[in-house]
């Protein structure tokens, strides 16, 4: 039998006591973060204090730490990240975790012998993503959450040098692709980037389907009627049940999701996958009920395979509510309204006790959320022939489903992992003692922890034994002395001595002995994590360099404004102060909407062929009803090579250029189809190609020099540092829409030395909020809808409304992916002079999922108004005005300037 390379062991941190209860409890490393620069602002998280210490715990008992770094840096943070970097450097952090491309950038320049480990937050979802990774300086990817376990092991055979591969085991799941969630931030400034997500996914939505009029505006909408209504609550991860699959697969790390949870929670998952973990290691695995029960009493929104496993809608969706299961306990037989006494036939293993919580589920009319209420047993149950007799104050139903949520032995005996100084993982000690001539102790010491390889410690004690002359120590008295390492992290497995016999020293001496032996060893192994001076003062020298370049690109950049403000005072028209006029662009997904700008006179459009619905279906179920297939990649890349050649006859029939968007999720099946594609395609068919992920990146970076790249929004492109980072790779760069215009105009000026490239911005639609694997339209499927709606094809809109009646667009793509968008449209038309002060070289008029009519008549307005704002109209205000009253006339759900002004909340 072949042995298995049982993976890492990932647990999560947000507290000293969390950390402390997943080492104790079995973890092989552990993530944390810092009070800034992390994705989970609201954990307690550590101090640079705490840091320091947490590091020193873990590494003396053999277990890494990886620091979180995993945000999207503004142009002002980068040099406090980059004294961070350097911080965490010298403190001996294993890995740091980031996000943000130019992050890494500054790690790799400053901290090169620091592994990077790339954030899921990066949006890693196929194989290429993860290939550029590995030629890219990184040391692990963090995979995303939706990727198979058969892609992942595809991956390895494409992989020409080693990377990590790190998967999500257990926890709580995004609704969206990470990284690609928006809508905390468009709703209330709120950014998942920043680590300050509100979790609106986890809030109650309708589910509504609407006519539209010419424009695509819905009108006359009603709610389709659903029992259930926490539209995107996912239910938590557990692949417990599976974990040999993984185990097996080519997976170096599994991570358990929970910086925001309690220390209990951290030691009772973590000790529960240590054993399953140590059991495959044995080849004894089997999933244990009690195991997985535990894992149901320490918090779940029910449980999911996940994606990694195939999990499909209806398995991977928690939509009747969003909060915490527990364990099912059975159903109420009986009440007894005289004596208040409750009757529950118990169908778990599980027997409920004192101090355990309990949530009863009654079945009526109404809403869940009333069904719902709890209590914690404050008397020892009673509990006879399979049923449980409680006492409680409030009448139940009889058939209320009853559930254990709180389960008191589990807390307590978690509590005892992290304040028992006793039971804390210790790291093992094998002790050599034998005296020389002059009766001095001679200790040779080897640490028996295989993650520090074969260390040895030898210390020569600062004292001489003598001679006994009344009592002589014994060989037990001595190693009894030197076992008793008390509160160390530090265990003594073997004491072999070569003892002269008929010595004696104080007790005092013998304790100094062992004191100063562990404090040896401590340093030793701390060494080891840490860099040498040498090292920690080359890298303040690279801190260095950076800032006084950083202080002087400032001082370029703050000239820069004072030029802008001076030919802004002297009045001239901005197409005299720009290099090249700004043009405006036009994303669209039908051949009507492209022939309608084309029409309207646009010169580059970004075309993202949506076939289905379209005279070149591929076959996918039409409507709403559609469902999760197996997509025929080639029949479905044959109707797109039809598209697309029909889209450039009309592209070059205006002279126009055609660029080809690709989705920002791409799986490896599209970037294999798309690639084939691309080589096929007659010359000039297309202008160039649009992505949004580093796997599409770097797909395009083999054998397509010719094709011209152009960089989407999905890219996360926060400062200067990351332009430059992709710069060899990108024509153009569509900067972040949660950046205010203050923060845009930093990266435009701080970017203005590097490598030629182009900037583009978003200035009118429904910006894209959540991209998800879940298919919201398979949930219409077989509800019953008006006649009218089901007979009219007018009735076209399905969106989500939420408590405050926000109607949130929802379009299903060619893959049958979910993508909400923002409930009101971006329009920025009033403030095109200040987009062109800035020096965008494009603005981007989203038109996707609109009819041809929105296309045309919004690039109409907007080039009227950029012709205005180029001009230096003298009449430009009340002509802004006016037009941006056109555009909120034809605006789904109203307009706003979004993030421009605002920014984002400060994490």
């Given amino acids: ?269 973590v000790k529960v996958y240590r054993k399953a973990l140590d059991r495959i290691a044995r080849g004894k695995w089997k999933p244990r009920e009690e195991e997985l029960s535990t894992l149901k009493m320490c918090f779940n929104r029910g449980l999911t395979k996940g994606w990694i496993l195939g999990a499909d809608n209806q398995q991977m969706m928690g939509r009747n509510r969003p909060g915490n299961r527990g364990l099912y306990l059975g159903k109420v037989v009986d009440y007894h309204k005289h004596d208040q006494k409750t009757i529950i036939n118990i169908k778990s293993i599980v027997r409920p006790e004192k101090g355990d919580g309990i949530l009863f589920k009654q079945s009526d009319e109404k809403s869940e959320e009333d069904d719902l209420w709890g209590t914690v047993i404050d008397h020892y149950p009673e509990i006879r022939k399979g049923k449980l007799f409680l006492k409680l104050h409030k009448p139940v139903k009889v058939g209320s489903e009853v559930y254990i949520t709180r389960r008191k032995a589990l807390i307590d005996k978690a509590q005892e992992m992290v304040n028992n100084p006793h039971l804390p993982q210790k790291t093992p000690l094998n002790l050599e003692i034998r005296w020389n001539s002059e009766l001095v102790p001679i200790i040779k010491v080897d640490v028996v922890e295989p993650s520090l390889g074969n260390m040895e410690v030898k210390y020569k004690a600062d004292f001489a034994m003598e001679k006994a002359k009344k009592q002589p120590l014994s060989d037990d008295a001595i190693i009894n002395q030197l076992r008793k390492t008390g509160g160390t992290p530090f265990i003594i497995r073997d004491i072999q001595m070569d003892y002269p016999g008929n010595l004696f020293t104080s007790l005092g001496n013998l304790n100094h002995l062992r004191r100063q032996i562990l404090e040896k060893v401590q340093g030793k192994i701390l060494n080891t994590y840490q860099p040498s001076s040498d090292e920690i003062e080359c890298a303040k020298k690279h801190l260095s360099t950076f800032k006084k370049d950083f202080i002087i690109e400032s001082k370029k950049t703050t000239e820069k ?46 075309f993202q062929p949506k076939i289905k619905n379209s005279e070149y279906d591929n076959g996918f179920n039409n409507g709403f009803n559609c469902s999760k297939l197996d997509v025929n990649y080639e029949i479905y890349f044959e109707n797109m090579a039809l598209l697309l050649k029909e889209a450039s006859s009309l592209a070059q029939t205006y002279k126009a250029d055609l660029v080809w968007k690709w989705p920002d999720i791409t799986n490896n099946n599209y970037i294999k189809g798309a690639t084939r594609l691309l080589r096929n395609l007659p010359e000039k068919t297309i202008f160039g190609v649009m992505v949004g992920g580093l796997g599409a990146l770097w797909a395009l970076n083999d054998g397509f020099d010719s094709v011209k790249v152009y960089g989407s929004g999905a890219l996360n492109i926060w400062n200067h540092l990351t332009v430059d980072e992709l710069s060899p790779y990108l024509e153009s760069f569509t900067l972040s829409p949660e950046l205010s215009q203050e923060e845009l105009k930093k990266v435009i000026l701080n970017s203005s030395d590097l490598p030629s490239h182009e900037f583009e911005f978003l200035v009118q639609g429904n910006m894209e909020a959540m991209v998800s694997e879940d298919c919201l339209s398979c949930i219409v499927k077989d509800k019953k809808l008006s006649r009218e709606s089901l007979e009219d094809p007018q009735y076209q809109f399905l969106g989500i409304k939420d408590p405050k009646n926000r109607i949130f667009p929802v379009e299903i793509d060619d893959e049958c992916r979910t993508h909400v968008l923002n409930s009101v449209e971006l329009c920025l038309i009033d403030y095109l002079p200040l987009l062109l002060k800035l020096g965008f070289d494009s603005l981007v008029i989203d038109s996707r999922e609109k009819p041809a009519d929105y296309a045309k008549k919004m690039f109409s307005l907007y080039q009227t108004a950029l012709e205005s704002s180029i001009h230096g109209d003298p009449h430009q205000d009340n002509k802004l005005h006016n037009l941006k009253k056109r555009v909120k006339k034809i605006s789904n759900g109203g307009i706003t300037t979004g993030n421009f002004f605002r920014g984002v909340e400060e994490s």
């Avoid at 030919?567 to 090249?580: D, I």
């Avoid at 036009?586 to 970004?606: F, M, R, T």
């Fill in 1 to 269: 039998m072949s042995k298995i390379n049982i993976p890492e062991l990932l647990a999560p941190a947000g507290s000293m006591e969390a950390l402390k209860a997943a080492v104790n409890a079995g973890a092989d490393a552990i993530y944390l973060s810092g009070k800034r620069f992390g994705a989970r602002q609201f954990a307690q998280n550590f101090s640079s204090v705490e840091l320091e210490k947490a590091l020193e715990y873990a590494h003396l008992r053999g277990v890494k730490v990886y620091v979180t770094v995993n945000t999207l840096i503004k142009e002002t943070e980068l040099s406090r990240v980059a004294d961070y970097l350097v911080q965490l450097y010298s403190w001996g952090a294993d890995a740091v975790i980031v996000q943000d491309l130019g992050v890494a950038q500054l790690a790799h320049e400053l901290v090169p012998d620091l592994d990077l480990h790339c954030s899921t937050q990066m949006t890693i979802h196929n194989p290429p993503g993860v290939i550029w990774a590995a030629n890219n300086g990184f040391q692990r990817v963090i995979l995303a959450r939706e990727m198979s376990l058969e892609d992942i092991e595809a991956v390895t055979s494409q992989l020409s040098r080693k990377i990590e591969l790190e998967v999500f085991a257990h926890g709580a799941i995004c609704y969206s692709y990470s990284g690609q969630c928006l809508l905390s931030s468009f709703i209330g400034g709120r950014s998942g980037n920043r680590g300050m997500c509100a979790q609106p996914c986890r809030k109650n939505y309708q589910l509504i389907l609407a006519k539209t009029d010419k424009y695509g505006k819905y009108k006359n909408h009603q709610e389709i009627p659903l029992k259930d209504h926490y539209l995107l609550s996912t239910r938590d991860l557990a692949i417990y049940s599976h974990l040999d699959r993984i185990a097996k697969a080519p997976v170096d790390s599994i991570k358990i999701e929970g910086r925001m949870r309690p220390p209990e929670y951290v030691a009772s998952v």
């Fill in 561 to 606: 404004r004072k030029m802008m403000k001076l030919e802004e005072e002297n009045k001239k028209p901005l197409q005299k102060q720009l290099h090249h006029p700004t043009i405006l662009t036009v994303y669209v997904d039908s051949i009507s909407s492209l022939e309608a700008v084309l029409e309207a006179g646009c010169g580059k459009i970004y």
